[in-house]
Each structure stands twice: as structure tokens, then as C-alpha cells.
């Protein structure tokens, strides 16, 4: 049964693979599904550096730079506010803390398409409309729910007593938050940092929503170069882009999937 799922999702991107390998003549007269006859790169450099998006021929090299403007900081932001949070709310007990935790997980909760008229709002308030900052706050508000959420759980499975201890020795919130808590956060750390990179990166709709012509995320380019159509539909650059706009993601689970398994179950147990 696994080996049979593992298929499911595994032959797609074999086939995506394969044909951004093969020229047009060979998609045309071979198989879905063969391997090429002769490997050739060119489709993989026309898609970074110039496939038409619109009007624009530039590739998905801009974009996937947007992408990782994106992506970093709106990352380090909402996981270090979710690890404060956390922290604060598991160890640091205060009236409303509840409360304001069964908010914050209510709002993961919440579909997209509900915040984008009062977030669109919001921008053009902040006049961050259409900018790259304006993405960035997007999905460092939008993450930290999640990010609390993941903290949260793993903090309040360590001991109060190790705070207790911290006090009387007179270490205060901060010290206690980077000497104690944030050498024993690594596992949580790497969950949160891929759950959300991920989720930032594979966005589409806050992308196409909130931002505008320089400032589109790949996912957004990738849209604009598959349904663009220019003479012959060159299959083989819309795999090929595909790949490109897919292989952060994938890389960041091929090299630490077996931490991100690791810190999701690590404090679920204790003892």
C-alpha cells in the first residue's frame, strides 16, 4: 500500500521531470512516459532565463529571486514572534493567556479568501500595497498562529521547575528564554522553519492578490508562463519552470525531512 501511494506521487513528477528533458519533436512523436532519446538542457535554460510571463521574457529567474526576498524574512520573523509567544504563553501564565492562544488558533483556521478584502485594506493603509514588505507582513501575520501553535506544544512539556530554578538564580524573561529554552527548541525550530517556508513559498493566492508587475513570486510567473501562449506550446519549458519553481521546496524535505518527523514527535511523549 505505501509503495503504491509513493507511486501516486512520484510518477507526476517522474513525468514532469522527463519531459522537460526531451525536445518538442520527441513530446510530440514519443511516449508520455519514455525516457528521452537525447537529453538536452535547453528547456531548463529558456525557463529560467527566457520564458515569456505576459509580456515580460525574463524567465522565472526574477521571480524565484522575489521568492526567496519573500520567503527568509517572513520565516525568521513568524517563527521567532511564534517561539516568544509560545513561550509565553506556556510557561508564563498571565490573565487572558487562554483566551488569546484560542484566538490565535482560530485564526489558523481561517480560509484565505476570507482576509484578503481587510488584508488588502490593511496594506493600503500601511502603503505597502503591491510591494514585496507587503507580502512579507502578509505571511508573517498569517503564520503566526501556526508558528504559536507549534511552539506552544513543545514548551509546555518542559518543566516549570527549570524556570523556578532560572529565577532564583535571578535570570530574567529574556535570559531564561535564550539560555534554557532556545538551546532545547532546535526540533521545533526545524518543523516550524519548514512548515513554513513551505507554506510561504507554494503560495499563489496572497501573490496574485497583493502584489503587481517586479514584485510576483514565482508560483505567480509559473501561472503566466504555462498559460501563455506564443506560437508552438513549448511543453517541455513549462516543465522545466515547474521544476525550477518546485525544487527549493523539495530540497529543503530531501535534506532535512527525517529532522521535520523528528521534531513533530519529539515531546509528544514524555518520560
Known amino acids: 500500500m505505501l509503495i503504491g501511494m509513493a507511486l501516486v506521487y512520484l510518477i507526476p513528477l ?20 519514455s525516457l528521452p532519446r537525447t537529453l538536452t538542457f535547453q ?34 520573523i513568524s517563527t521567532t514572534l511564534g517561539m ?9 501564565k498571565f490573565r487572558g493567556a487562554n483566551l488569546i492562544f484560542s484566538l490565535m488558533l482560530f485564526g489558523c483556521f481561517i480560509p484565505f479568501q476570507i482576509v484578503l478584502l481587510p488584508m488588502a485594506k490593511m496594506l493600503g493603509l500601511l502603503g505597502l500595497a503591491g510591494s514585496i514588505p507587503g507580502l512579507v507582513l502578509v505571511h508573517v501575520v498569517y503564520g503566526i ?5 507549534f511552539f506552544r506544544n513543545y514548551f509546555v512539556t518542559i518543566s516549570k521547575e527549570l524556570i523556578r530554578a532560572a529565577r532564583i538564580d535571578g535570570a530574567g524573561f529574556f535570559r531564561i528564554c535564550w539560555s534554557i529554552f532556545l538551546p532545547l527548541s532546535l526540533p521545533v525550530i526545524v518543523v516550524t522553519v519548514i512548515w513554513q517556508f513551505t507554506q510561504i513559498w507554494n503560495d499563489f493566492l496572497f501573490g496574485v492578490s497583493f502584489s503587481q508587475a517586479g514584485t510576483q513570486p514565482i508560483t505567480v ?10 506560437g508552438v506550446k513549448e511543453y517541455n519549458v513549462d516543465m522545466a519552470a515547474a521544476v525550477l519553481s518546485a525544487l527549493p521546496t523539495l530540497l529543503v524535505y530531501v535534506v532535512a525531512g ?14
Not at 84 to 92: F, M, V
Not at 145 to 149: I, Q, R, S, V, Y
Not at 263 to 271: E, F, I, N, R
Open 84 to 92: 516568544l509567544n509560545g513561550y509565553i504563553i506556556a510557561q508564563w
Open 14 to 33: 517522474f513525468i514532469v521531470v522527463i519531459t522537460s528533458l526531451k525536445d518538442m519533436e520527441e513530446i510530440r512523436t514519443g511516449s508520455l512516459i
Open 145 to 149: 498562529g501556526f508558528t504559536t501553535l
Open 43 to 76: 528547456p531548463w535554460i529558456t525557463a529560467w532565463s527566457e520564458a515569456c510571463a505576459g509580456i515580460q521574457c525574463d524567465g522565472v529567474r526574477p521571480y524565484f529571486w522575489n521568492s526567496v526576498i519573500i520567503a527568509i524574512p517572513a520565516v525568521a
Open 221 to 230: 510567473a509559473l501561472n503566466n508562463i504555462v498559460n501563455s501562449t506564443t
Open 258 to 271: 527525517k529532522y521535520f518527523v523528528r521534531g513533530l514527535t519529539s515531546g509528544s511523549v514524555k518520560g
